[in-house]
Each structure stands twice: as structure tokens, then as C-alpha cells.
């Protein structure tokens, strides 16, 4: 076992340089819901080195997951999903630090978290409201990166796939609701802050109706997992003081 454990990471070393995957390997990093973009984006931190994460999700596997979650199988049916990807986590690196919560983060909550020794958090909430008062509440604190996930939702093309600052962020629903709110409340956001979205409208078809159901829900796992990718890449190149490209 000691032979694969110095073996688990050599390709990580080799891409990044000992210093920097250093800090990797010392680094703690946040994933606020692990569903269709969460938990791909925690297991591609794992497989990079990040050597602490806490992983946060109220939600037990469904089958309506399995065809976009990493946590989903028709043998996971029932199971809560932060509990199905702490064992695969930890079958991948067995040394990894895990705080592991099957909850929602809530504005009631907010209490309970407490990512002041981390150096990154990654937004990947469905729930507006609970979004939105994650965002103001680590934008107020010193310390860790904040990374937020737009809308993937009724999507087809990962090519469309963009990074940018949440109020340069054009043509994504959710973006444009979470703005609406903090306008209205007069609550903003504390600091800038980087989102992964999607330049491509919101497909409509034509042979069922358009439902707000079907907006929120209708999802392909080659665009869910490619956000989650992108918003560990982010993570990553924070952490290792590589600045992500702008193209």
C-alpha cells in the first residue's frame, strides 16, 4: 500500500512542480453541494491533491441522478450523497482529511460553517435564497476564494461553457435572479468574486413543454460535469498561484 500511496499523486508533482503541489497537498478547500456539479468538481480536487475538504449536501441519491452525479448508481439509490462520496473519496486517497455534513447550508445556519482556514469555497447550491446568502457571507470574510456556479441547467454544449466576475456574467438566468436580489435587498456582495456559467441559451424543446420543473432539471452529464471540472481548475490555480486563462 505504501508502494501505491507514493505512486497516487506523481503525475499531480509532475505537472505542477514539487513547491506547488505542496501547497496543494496542504490545502483546504469547500464544496457546498455535491449533485451533478459538486461532486464532480470534489473528486477532481481529490484527484489533483488537495489534501482537506469538507463536502456539504442534505440530499440522498435519487434515480433521477444517475444520469449526471457522480455519487449515482442503481446500487446508491437511498443513500445520503456526502456518505456515498466520502467512501469513493477516501478509496482514492486514504490519507484525506474530510469534513463531511449532510445538511443545507442556510442563512440559519451560517453559524455552524466555519471557512475562515480555508483557501478556497465552491458554490455549487441549487437554492437561491441559500446561494445568495452564501455568497454575501463569504464575500464578507478574509481569507478563502469563492468560486460560485451558474446555471447548467438545459444545456448541451461544454464548448460554451465561460468564467467571469459575477456581474460581467451575461445570459445566465440564475446570475441575473441573484443580481435582481441583491439590488432589491441592498445587500451586496462584499467582494468580486468568480462564477462558471454557460454562454448558451437555455435550450427549449419542441415536444415537451417548457416548464420552470424542466429549466431546473433538465441536465446532461458532459455539461454538469464539465462546470464542476472548470471550478476545480479555478480552486486549483488560486491555490498553486497559477492565474487561470482568460480565453
Not at 137 to 166: C, L, N, Q, Y
Not at 216 to 240: C, K
Request: net charge neutral.
Amino acid at each position: 500500500m505504501k508502494g501505491v500511496s507514493a505512486e497516487i499523486f506523481k503525475r499531480s508533482v509532475l505537472a505542477l512542480g514539487e513547491s506547488s503541489f505542496s501547497r496543494l497537498s496542504s490545502a483546504k478547500v469547500a464544496v457546498l453541494g455535491v449533485g451533478g456539479v459538486g461532486g464532480w468538481c470534489a473528486e477532481s480536487l481529490v484527484r489533483a491533491g488537495v489534501g482537506k475538504i469538507m463536502i456539504v449536501d442534505p440530499d440522498r441519491v435519487a434515480p433521477s441522478n444517475i444520469n449526471r452525479q457522480i455519487v449515482a448508481t442503481t446500487e446508491t439509490v437511498g443513500e445520503l450523497k456526502v456518505n456515498v462520496l466520502e467512501k469513493r473519496l477516501l478509496a482514492i486517497n486514504p490519507n484525506l482529511e474530510m469534513d463531511v455534513r449532510a445538511t443545507a447550508y442556510t442563512g440559519e445556519r451560517a453559524g455552524e460553517f466555519d471557512f475562515s482556514p480555508y483557501d478556497s469555497v465552491i458554490d455549487a447550491i441549487d437554492s437561491l435564497d441559500d446561494k445568495a446568502h452564501l455568497i454575501r457571507h463569504v464575500t464578507g470574510m478574509e481569507g478563502p476564494v469563492f468560486f460560485s456556479s451558474m446555471g447548467a441547467a438545459f444545456r448541451t454544449d461544454p464548448f460554451a461553457i465561460r468564467k467571469d466576475e459575477f456581474w460581467k456574467v451575461k445570459g445566465d438566468g440564475l446570475a441575473r435572479a441573484l443580481r435582481s436580489r441583491f439590488r432589491k435587498s441592498g445587500d451586496f456582495p462584499r467582494r468580486k468574486f468568480t462564477c462558471v456559467y454557460s454562454s448558451e441559451a437555455p435550450l427549449e424543446p419542441e415536444d415537451m413543454p417548457f416548464t420552470e420543473e424542466a429549466r431546473a432539471y433538465g441536465s446532461l452529464p458532459h455539461v454538469t460535469a464539465s462546470f464542476g471540472f472548470a471550478l476545480a481548475a479555478l480552486a486549483v490555480n488560486a491555490i498553486v498561484g497559477k492565474k487561470s486563462s482568460d480565453a
